[in-house]
């Protein structure tokens, strides 16, 4: 596909200095408009333990994206942090590789990537459609806005690179090709997993039939979203930490007990939990949705029960159910590949795109080498170690 070289005007705007906001909405979408209102009202760390960042608002036609600024904050989760992405986060998941040798290489190559990187500030960057979720998913774009935004972008943040994060052949195809039509860097990050509800296929895996059973005997209540409380809040927000923060990975954004909240009361996210006969919230499970597409950035159980209860099991029979009766497509992030893969999930390599024309020849030559460097050993490790 020939894009056309000239600077396509698409109404575009930049909001990066929120207090002198003349109070109009953000986004013309009441969702999105809540989602923005709270993130630039607070300081991230209210809402994500280990997120710092300054929030820039790009309006493209109708669709609204927060945008995310950084200079340093290596120590942040990796939604707002490339180093925590390369260098930290691999650092938990290569126990998931059963190789010595390959575990050993790429905590070698992790380790020695770190200081270069620090040095090359590769955490100076803007990043565009940042929802502070393990997942970003985008708004329907004209592709011709991508020139003048590129443009803007780099004139109002010169010494930073632009970043998209979330991007895959799947939903985003065309914004790929557009973004590396335009010079963007193709970084891949992880591996996700899709399953199609338009077809409701996977329904019919063994292993999606067995799910079912334990959801049915297990003496857990399905509860839907309007059903939990303010007093679940905090029970939330502890399910999710036992799981996706002290089981997986610190780097995990570390959502508070605050952002459980409001993800509830606002709606932002559709959650549904497990509660035992005596009431107690055992599980959870929150879903977003955009253009047909859901992703899952809060997953939570109480594990300190037994394995055999089927807590994950449960919740995740109910949110594929869910995409089925729906017929929508879900993203189910990366992890627990062998899981999703008996249940139907198909791989597909995520991408963040990265435009660094603009800056020193130091840092763009410490991001074209990362960019190389995850397409010719991560893409392959990703793939080969199902990760």
């Not at 109404?11 to 709270?38: C, K, M, T, V």
């Not at 040798?101 to 270069?116: D, E, K, Q, S, T």
């Not at 592709?143 to 895959?168: G, K, M, W, Y």
């Not at 899952?296 to 159980?301: A, F, S």
Request: hydrophobic share 40%; proline share 5%.
């Amino acid at each position: 596909m020939e894009w056309g070289t000239n600077v396509t005007q698409v109404p575009l705007s930049l909001i990066d200095d929120f207090s002198n906001a003349d109070g109009s909405r953000y986004a013309a979408n009441a969702r999105d408009n809540d989602w923005i209102e709270l993130l630039v009202s607070r300081p991230a760390q209210h809402l994500v333990h280990n997120v710092r960042t300054r929030w820039a608002l790009l309006r493209v036609g109708d669709a609204a994206m927060p945008t995310t600024i950084n200079d340093a904050d290596y120590d942040n989760s990796y939604v707002c942090s490339p180093y925590t992405g390369c260098v930290l986060y691999p650092q938990s998941e290569v126990k998931k590789i059963d190789s010595i040798f390959v575990r050993w290489f790429i905590l070698a190559l992790v380790y020695a990537m770190g200081p270069p990187l620090r040095f090359s500030q590769i955490n100076r960057t803007v990043c565009v459609n940042n929802w502070l979720l393990s997942t970003n998913l985008y708004p329907k774009l004209d592709q011709a806005f991508v020139p003048e935004l590129t443009q803007s972008l780099t004139t109002r943040f010169p010494d930073h690179a632009i970043t998209f994060r979330s991007l895959n052949d799947v939903s985003n195809h065309a914004m790929l090709e557009r973004l590396g039509w335009e010079g963007y860097l193709l970084a891949p990050s992880r591996q996700v997993y899709f399953f199609d509800g338009n077809s409701g296929e996977y329904m019919r895996k063994q292993n999606n039939k067995l799910d079912r059973k334990p959801l049915k005997n297990a003496g857990y209540r399905v509860v839907q979203h309007d059903e939990l409380g303010p007093d679940d809040a905090m029970r939330i927000e502890q399910l999710y930490r036992m799981l996706y923060i002290d089981k997986y990975s610190p780097h995990n954004p570390q959502f508070t007990t605050q952002m459980m909240n409001e993800f509830r009361v606002r709606g932002l996210l559709t959650m549904w939990g497990l509660r035992d006969q005596s009431g107690r919230l055992d599980g959870i499970v929150g879903a977003f949705e955009r253009e047909g597409v859901m992703t899952v950035p809060i997953v939570g159980y109480d594990t300190s029960l037994p394995k055999q209860l089927g807590l994950y099991r449960m919740l995740m029979s109910i949110l594929l159910q869910e995409v089925a009766k729906r017929k929508i497509q879900l993203n189910l992030s990366s992890g627990a590949s062998h899981f999703k893969r008996l249940r139907g999930g198909t791989p597909c390599i995520e991408f963040t795109a990265v435009y660094c024309r603009h800056l020193s020849f130091s840092r763009r030559f410490a991001w074209h080498a990362l960019a190389g460097l995850m397409q010719k050993v991560g893409a392959p490790i990703l793939r080969k170690y199902q990760l």
